[in-house]
């Protein structure tokens, strides 16, 4: 119960700030962006060459596009991911290419940037128990409702997300 309080004070607090608040640190050849970000800021990054390259030729689920066009309006997505890790300059980009493939709003979509550490701004990546990225956590009136992380545990990161909505009564 604690958690699920906690994660709706969080949920509130995210949005009660301004779309991108974050920190910029270069470690070695990465770019890292530690805090709230956004989808343009990394695809208009023009040293963030992955995320556009990595967009072409992913087909999105279609079941996964049918369950966010249907659930559009009743939730939040928040993602955690790190502008350094491999799986979420594979992943990330792709989740973009379905929300947008669905016309799900980018104004439920959280994008939060995580150090090698796995630590944000404001410790949310704690706060939301995340310990590896990317991590998709579904959220409907303030409460968790599943999360996919990395490529989830099948493999199909994007049909897991599916699964995941679909399911949600």
């Known amino acids: 119960m604690r958690r699920i309080l906690l994660a709706g004070a969080m949920f509130i607090s ?3 700030f301004a779309q991108t608040q974050y920190e910029v640190s270069i470690d070695g050849q990465d770019k890292i962006l530690k805090g709230i970000i956004n989808r343009d800021l990394i695809a208009n ?37 790190g502008t350094w890790c491999g ?3 594979y992943i990330l980009p792709k ?11 980018q104004d439920h979509i959280t994008l939060i940037g995580v150090d090698r550490n796995k630590k944000t701004i404001s410790h949310l990546a ?11 956590i579904v959220m409907r009136d303030g409460k968790e409702i599943g999360r996919v992380v990395e490529y989830g545990k099948t493999g199909a990161w994007d049909k897991e997300l599916g699964e995941i909505i679909t399911a949600d009564k």
């Open 45 to 81: 990054d023009t040293t963030l060459k992955w995320y556009k390259q990595n967009q072409a030729g992913y087909k999105p689920d279609q079941a996964t596009i049918n369950a966010l066009k249907t659930k559009s309006s009743s939730l939040q997505l928040i993602v955690f991911g």
């Open 87 to 89: 799986d979420t300059k």
């Open 14 to 16: 995210i949005f009660s």
């Open 95 to 105: 989740f973009f290419v379905l929300t947008e493939a669905a016309g799900f709003s």
């Open 126 to 136: 704690e706060a939301l128990g995340v310990i590896n990225v990317p991590t998709i």
